[in-house]
């Protein structure tokens, strides 16, 4: 089993910025891709962005492109979500999720999730 544990989120007004942290723990970080995906109330859960095992790919939803950074620190089992310019859309609770071998954009083909957290952006 692997265990993700997610922080930082928040309230923050439209244009601000925040940093998503998720921790892992439990099995070899480095054997994982691992992505964010985010479930707005009434909503499916979509995603986000992902990272490789190495941190050498990323990939992101059209959505956030340009506006969200992912990235992984393999030395302290973390990946994190940098999130700029936010919108009230943006407003979801962020998942961080792992997934063995390969990047992907499907929920449904990630093995670990964490028990995500709130971001809600006010206009």
């Known amino acids: 089993q692997m265990q993700l544990v997610e922080s930082g989120g928040g309230l923050v007004q439209a244009g601000g910025s925040l940093r998503l942290s998720c921790a892992a723990s439990g099995r070899t970080f480095t054997s994982y891709a691992m992505g964010w995906f985010r479930q707005a109330a009434g909503k499916e859960r979509e995603f986000v962005a992902a990272?490789?095992?190495?941190?050498?790919?990323?990939y992101y939803a059209d959505s956030v492109k340009g506006r969200f950074t992912i990235s992984r620190d393999n030395a302290k089992n973390t990946v994190s979500l940098q999130m700029n310019r936010l919108k009230p859309e943006d407003t979801a609770v962020y998942y961080c999720?792992?997934?063995?071998?390969?990047?992907?954009?499907?929920?449904?083909?990630?093995?670990?999730w964490g028990q995500g957290t709130q971001v809600t952006v006010s206009s």
């Open positions: 990272i490789s095992w190495s941190g050498g790919g990323t």
């Open positions: 999720a792992a997934r063995v071998a390969r990047m992907s954009l499907e929920r449904n083909e990630y093995n670990y």
